[in-house]
């Protein structure tokens, strides 16, 4: 493990994968590539009131479908698991080292109630903060044997100094030097046996050899707990990366109520998995060109964690919406096709020309639920002013409209293959013969066809989607309503 750069994701199985959480494994795991070095993935499932049934599945799945392979992990061992907390806790590796730690004075029991911990507060900064008064601190060894033996509840609290400063390295943050006051003694081990979150992640990450630590700014105020845990066990310390925090367009928390703080949500939205990853990566880091398409291949390379910035990184659905669309430009067509159909059949009637369709949308749309707003006259023609057959540009207007449909219909009553290429090449040749342009002759077709100014595909082409049955009752009531005036 010398000289090797290490770095882990430590989710705790609660539910989705929530974006800032993906970011700390995609941050985490483009490090360790970036310098040839081992992302390892450990479960922290020491909170056993928050696991929600299903949470482990999430992780795994998430991490293979954003393609965060990871070189050790609970089916991947890689000499220093388990890679569960609870699993090592079974073990008793967080009681031997908590243990370690009261031997030493730097750690002690507590057998304090609720009611004696609620009024236990002091005030810095006018702020009102909990602090423990280190009571149990002064109990003597006999008095902590006795309690012990009588099977009285206790916690393992940390040792810390309520006089002076403690000064740390953050390597986007700097140097940060925060009042010992704030410490606190921690809980290390809870009344149940289990490690807290942050004493189970010092002792994980010191066996596990890991030398970067990537994790939210919200964990920038227990880095020095955590450095005085490393000091006590003559540990070294890692490098800290604490990323930016991520908020929502009105710059708040982003929250499940957005609708896109967990990759499940997004995903489930119709964005792509490769699209994510990639805007992900800019929630907070800056590549060094203008560049903001990168693969994941191209994210390794390019990847610097000294270009994470401090300001808090704006979560801009309209940006990933971007995104997204040109990743579906970039799609290879049968790809395209095979992503599209199923989204299409959820509500284009039976007959339609799907595969058509679809290559008509991939360049039209950002998200596959865009295609139903895009092709929605598929379906049906919406209601529409007969103003929408006059356009300058081709010279037509409601009486030529009219003339060219009714002479077009006949035409196309008698074109035995209702296909793309010969329905336009039908069309252009009748057009030449009537000495008018191919776009005077479409423009009133289209908008017979489809209601719309603008739509995903030429006159002939929605013209093969739709089948000439539909098409020709299209036409058939445009005709109706231009002869009528309504």
């Excluded at 599945?57 to 392979?69: A, K, S, V």
């Excluded at 569960?84 to 079974?90: D, G, L, N």
């Excluded at 990759?263 to 699209?275: N, P, S, T, V």
């Excluded at 006159?459 to 009528?484: C, F, H």
Aim: proline share 5%.
């Amino acid at each position: 493990m010398e000289n090797k750069i290490r770095t882990r994701f430590a989710p705790s199985p609660t539910g989705k994968m929530h974006v800032g959480n993906l970011r700390t494994a995609l941050y985490a795991y483009l490090i360790a590539r970036h310098a040839g070095g081992d992302f390892i993935l450990r479960i922290e499932d020491t909170d056993q009131e928050r696991e929600m049934e299903g949470a482990v599945d999430i992780i795994y799945r998430t991490m293979e479908q954003t393609g965060l392979d990871y070189d050790e992990g609970p089916d991947k061992d890689g000499g220093v698991g388990p890679y569960i907390q609870s699993e090592r806790q079974a073990k008793g590796i967080y009681l031997e080292y908590a243990k370690k730690l009261v031997e030493k004075g730097e750690a002690y029991y507590c057998f304090c109630g609720e009611e004696r911990l609620k009024g236990l507060h002091v005030n810095v900064g006018g702020k009102e903060i909990f602090h423990y008064d280190k009571h149990c601190l002064h109990l003597s060894k006999e008095e902590i044997e006795a309690k012990l033996a009588a099977g009285e509840p206790y916690v393992i609290r940390q040792n810390n100094p309520v006089e002076g400063e403690t000064t740390f390295h953050d390597e986007i943050y700097g140097d940060i030097t925060v009042p010992n006051i704030e410490l606190d003694d921690m809980v290390l081990i809870k009344s149940d046996g289990f490690p807290t979150y942050n004493f189970a992640n010092v002792v994980d990450d010191h066996l596990m050899g890991i030398t970067h630590v990537v994790r939210g700014q919200e964990y920038l105020s227990s880095a020095p707990k955590y450095n005085r845990l490393y000091d006590a066990f003559g540990w070294d310390i890692p490098v800290y990366v604490h990323c930016p925090p991520i908020t929502n367009e009105e710059h708040k928390k982003l929250s499940k109520r957005s609708g896109h703080a967990s990759f499940e949500d997004i995903i489930d939205q119709g964005f792509l998995k490769e699209a994510v990853v990639n805007y992900v990566a800019l929630l907070g880091w800056s590549p060094k060109g203008t560049e903001e398409i990168f693969s994941l291949q191209d994210l390794v390379k390019e990847f610097d964690y000294r270009n994470i910035g401090k300001a808090p990184a704006v979560f801009d659905i309209k940006k990933l919406r971007w995104m997204n669309g040109e990743y579906i430009k970039k799609m290879d067509p049968e790809e395209f096709r095979q992503a599209a159909v199923p989204y299409l059949q959820k509500f284009i009637p039976e007959g339609a020309d799907l595969d058509l369709l679809a290559s008509m949308l991939q360049s039209r749309i950002e998200i596959f639920p865009d295609m139903e707003e895009q092709a929605d006259f598929i379906v049906k023609v919406p209601d529409y002013p007969l103003d929408l057959y006059v356009n300058k540009k081709n010279k037509v207007d409601l009486d030529s409209s009219l003339e060219i449909l009714n002479a077009v219909l006949a035409v196309l009553e008698e074109q035995a293959e209702f296909k793309n290429d010969p329905l336009f090449a039908a069309l252009k040749a009748f057009a030449e013969e009537k000495g008018w342009k191919v776009g005077k002759l479409m423009w009133p077709v289209r908008v017979a066809l489809s209601g719309k100014a603008a739509t995903p595909g030429g006159a002939t082409e929605l013209m093969q989607v739709l089948g000439k049955d539909e098409s020709l009752a299209r036409i058939r009531t445009a005709i109706e309503r231009l002869s009528n005036g309504v």
